[in-house]
């Protein structure tokens, strides 16, 4: 980890003899002279000389410290934990006590480094904690649930014998190795295509099984179109037979009535018939004949005249006589 150096933010005005230091509300400055301090506080403005004085400058703002290590799981697997760290100076006394932050008084630069001091102590607190975490996990459960747990772990951490405050800890990443993360991407790859070959097996599945639904919904209507077309032939038919006995009926009725008239007609004439041969039953043998010759003229064709015999008359006479 890399950690660049800041300078510090006094800004000292320099005049023979003397020095002006004006501070800034972020920063608390302490002015001590021969073992006395005179001034103790943020955003202070005052006069010094610099061949006596001894200033402290300690920044009280929220800082925050990123940080990037490696750690080994309990597999035996190579991580690399990403998180940030916020911290600030609660205790700029106690801070000036264990940490260098003089400034020199004619520069207004620190003589030392103390942020980097104290992030090499905030780091080394950090990643032991975070260490402690992901030994006690396995590869897996470390990049599933190491965030949390890691956040946890250094949720308690403190910087209290510097004087200093942890705000708060964000675990940004836990990642694998490279290679290692390639083979978990494509072990979680092939996972996915699985899941999604599945779920593409079971649209088919179901579009099939509606394909067959809706075959099977028209082959139950094919069989209802089929069933009601029987039952309109059956239904024609029966019309038909019924229309046909009827007419047959209605024939028989009329061929019953033509026969019965026939009968009568035919008994009427033979009545007729039986009652004109009673009739000329009791008429003189001489009398028939007149008639028997009047009725065969009234059938013969014109002729100028005619000679009868007893021969030609006879058979008339039988007719009327029978």
Known sequence: ????????????SSYPGLRHLRGAP???VRHVRKGKLLHDGTGLSFWFRPSTAVLSEVPVDDRELPMLFHARTHDHQ???VQLTVTYRCTDPATTTSRIDFSIDPDTGTWRQDPLSQIANTLTENTQQHALE????LDLET??????????DATGNLTAAHIGLEIIDVRVVAIRPDAEMEKALQTTVREKVQQE???????RRALAVERERAISENELQNQIELAKREELLVVQRGANALEKAEGQARADRIAVDAKADGIRKLAEAEAAGEKARLDAYRDVPQETLYALAAKELAGNLPEIGSLTLTPDMIAPILQRFTR
Do not use: F
């Open 78 to 80: 190579d991580v690399t």
């Open 142 to 151: 470390a990049i599933r649930t190491g965030v949390e747990k890691v956040k």
């Open 196 to 202: 999604a070959d599945r779920a593409t097996y079971e």
């Open 26 to 28: 972020t920063v608390h």
């Open 133 to 136: 975490v992901l030994a006690t």
């Open 1 to 12: 980890m890399t950690i660049m150096k800041e300078k510090a933010m006094a800004d000292i």
